[in-house]
Every structure is written in structure tokens, then in C-alpha cells.
């Protein structure tokens, strides 16, 4: 497995080549690039001192860091292309894609990445160059499909849509998952349960889940109560106060809840740290890697997680390179306390 320090070589090499910085040509300062790499100002650090020890770069006290190798002359590796569609919380060095770009470096692939909206895009045609395959994530929906199928270039998406066989896809259940840890939650006595996503969400995961938590509750003469879901859509980049204000600001306190993803869940545990006064409810939660998994696990004793039985960055990458595939479905198991749940 590469390295951070590798990984960062890789990035940084990867954007002196996409910006075409000729020999001679200087990079930004130290503290852009790491922004840009997605890392700590020592990684950075440690990086460019490797690159300078391989000819790639100089770097000159008091002016700056300059390319040294012609890049542009250089046979270059091939590029997956990362394309996050909608309000996902996933960014250019999110979780999901470290892990599939170490599953690229290994195919001799570098990963671009694009944050496009719900529709397509012409600034993908600017990411095309010798780009081998294209990753679809987030909010993926027909019009993408069609316009990504149209490229000719190899492609895949995490959906629970098969879209007529017109992409290679990759799929949870997010309806029998859903259910599944529901099913626990409800075992463990939990009866007022909530799930903070918009209750009139068109994401069709989303659809698939509030499916799953209206019946669930119907078949077990459950309450539904309004405040159990959002009353609008969620914007990744205010989870922190949406979990928070749903938490606290209620008539009828949480036995469990219910949670869609990995960021979510990770902000819900840093509130209910920084936030002790309020309740703890149990909690059920869709982690879509393992690491985020291993990461949190002293926080598990409350929690009901649904863990894929493979990485996804390993089948999305395997999917994309194997023509035969059409669509992998990915299974999971339930862990609480440590344990798989039968």
C-alpha cells in the first residue's frame, strides 16, 4: 500500500502535469500545495524533498519551488476520472476517494476528480485527457448515465439504479439494509426512532431508506412523528449543526436513530462528545468503507453499524477494468459491540 508521503508525490506530480507547468516553471508556495494534496504542511514537505531528490523539481531558497523534469515529454500514466455528482459530502481527499485512489495507483492509474451539479457538465470534457475509466458518485441519475455512456470510455457507478445495463454499476441494497439495522435498533428497545434525511428527498437511495423506515414503523405500530425526519434537504457542509438541532431540539427525545453515511455519523459523534448534556440514543449506521469503521470503533458500544463485506474501492476499480461485469451488488453484515449480528 502507497503511502501519504507517495500519495502526495503522485498529486503533486498529477497537477504539475494538468496544469502543463513547463521546466523552469514555478509551483505554488508549500502551504497551497498541501491544500491542494489534501494534506498536513509536513507531508507536503516530506514530499517535495523526495521529488527534489528524483530530479523532479528544485527548490531555491527565498524564490520558490520550480520544475526540473520535463513532465510534458514523459510518458505519463494513465487517469481515472472521480466525477462527485449533486450534494455529496464527498470532496477531492474525502475517505472514499483516498481508498479508491490507492486501488488506481496500483492499476498504474492516477485519480482526477471533478464536483459537478445533478446535471452534466461540459468541465468534464476538460478532464477527458488520456483518461482510461470514469467513476460516477454521489447523485448519479440518467442524464449523467447518458452522457458518460456517450464518451465511449469505460465507466462505473455507485447506484441503486441498474440504469438499463447502459453503465457498469455497483449497488447496495439500501432498502434491506435499511431494514436490517431498524430490526436491531427495535430489539434493543428502541421505539422513538428518527432518520435525518428530507422526508420528500428525491435521491434515490434516499427514497429506497425513507421506503424502508415508513413501513418499518407502520408494521410495528410505531409513532411517525414529523420531527423524526428533516423538513429540508441536508447540505453536507452544515452536518455538524443539522445533527446537532435534530438532536436537541425535539418534543420527544431519540431512543435511536438512524443514519445514511459516514460524515453524518462521524459529526453526529463529535457533537455528542463536545455536547454530553444531551441524550445518547443508539444508533445505526451505513458505513460504506472499513476504515471509517476501525477509525470509530471506540465509540461502537451504542451502535449498530452495517459494514460491507468488501471494500468498495476494491469492486469499484475491479468493475471498471473488467468489461464482463455489468453489476455488483455489494453485501453487508451487521457488527454491534463488536459482534456480527445473525
Given at each position: 500500500m502507497a503511502s501519504r508521503t507517495e500519495i502526495t508525490q503522485e498529486r503533486i506530480i498529477n497537477y504539475?502535469?494538468?496544469?502543463?507547468?513547463?521546466?523552469?516553471?514555478?509551483?505554488?508556495?508549500?502551504?497551497?500545495?498541501?491544500?491542494?494534496?489534501?494534506?498536513?504542511?509536513?507531508?507536503?514537505?516530506?514530499?517535495?524533498?523526495d521529488l527534489e531528490a528524483n530530479n523532479v523539481i528544485t527548490r531555491i531558497h527565498g524564490r520558490g519551488t520550480f520544475v526540473k523534469l520535463d513532465l510534458q515529454a514523459t510518458p505519463s500514466l494513465g487517469k481515472l476520472l472521480f466525477i462527485s455528482i449533486g450534494k455529496t459530502s464527498e470532496g477531492r481527499h474525502s475517505k472514499i476517494f483516498d481508498a479508491v485512489e490507492q486501488k488506481s495507483l496500483q492499476r498504474g492509474c492516477r485519480l482526477d476528480f471533478i464536483k459537478v451539479g445533478s446535471s452534466p457538465e461540459t468541465s468534464v470534457m476538460e478532464k477527458l485527457d488520456t483518461c482510461k475509466g470514469i467513476i460516477?458518485?454521489?447523485?448519479?441519475?440518467?442524464?449523467?448515465?447518458?452522457?458518460?455512456?456517450?464518451?465511449?470510455?469505460?465507466?462505473?457507478?455507485?447506484?441503486?439504479?441498474?440504469?438499463?445495463?447502459?453503465?457498469?454499476?455497483?449497488s447496495y441494497d439500501y432498502g434491506k439494509i435499511t431494514r436490517?439495522?431498524?430490526?436491531?435498533?427495535?430489539?434493543l428497545g428502541a421505539k422513538n426512532i428518527g432518520m435525518p434525511i428530507w422526508s420528500g428527498s428525491q435521491y434515490p437511495q434516499d427514497k429506497l431508506r425513507l421506503t424502508a423506515y415508513r413501513n418499518f414503523m407502520v408494521s410495528h405500530d410505531l409513532i411517525q412523528r414529523e420531527e423524526n425526519l428533516l423538513s429540508k434537504q441536508a447540505d453536507p457542509v452544515h452536518y455538524y449543526q443539522i445533527i446537532g438541532d435534530f438532536l436537541s431540539k425535539r418534543q420527544h427525545p431519540l431512543d435511536a436513530i438512524i443514519l445514511p453515511g459516514t460524515?453524518?455519523?462521524?459529526?453526529?459523534?463529535?457533537?455528542?462528545l463536545e455536547n454530553?448534556?444531551?441524550?445518547?440514543?443508539?444508533?445505526?449506521?451505513?458505513?460504506?468503507?472499513?476504515?471509517?469503521?476501525?477509525?470509530?470503533?471506540?465509540?461502537?458500544?451504542?451502535?449498530?453499524?452495517?459494514?460491507?463485506e468488501h471494500e468498495i474501492s476494491e469492486i469499484l476499480v475491479e468493475t471498471l477494468f473488467n468489461s464482463r461485469a455489468k453489476t455488483t451488488r455489494i453485501s453487508t453484515h451487521l457488527l454491534y459491540k463488536g459482534k456480527t449480528v445473525a
Open positions: 504539475i502535469a494538468t496544469q502543463r507547468i513547463p521546466v523552469g516553471g514555478r509551483l505554488p508556495p508549500e502551504k497551497t500545495v498541501a491544500a491542494l494534496c489534501g494534506v498536513s504542511m509536513i507531508t507536503a514537505r516530506r514530499a517535495l524533498a460516477l458518485y454521489g447523485w448519479v441519475n440518467a442524464e449523467w448515465v447518458d452522457y458518460i455512456a456517450g464518451l465511449g470510455i469505460p465507466a462505473v457507478a455507485v447506484s441503486s439504479d441498474d440504469f438499463n445495463g447502459r453503465i457498469r454499476v455497483v436490517q439495522i431498524l430490526d436491531q435498533l427495535f430489539a460524515d453524518i455519523y462521524i459529526n453526529m459523534l463529535n457533537f455528542l454530553p448534556h444531551v441524550k445518547h440514543p443508539l444508533i445505526g449506521v451505513s458505513l460504506l468503507n472499513h476504515a471509517t469503521y476501525q477509525l470509530e470503533h471506540a465509540m461502537l458500544s451504542r451502535t449498530v453499524c452495517a459494514i460491507p
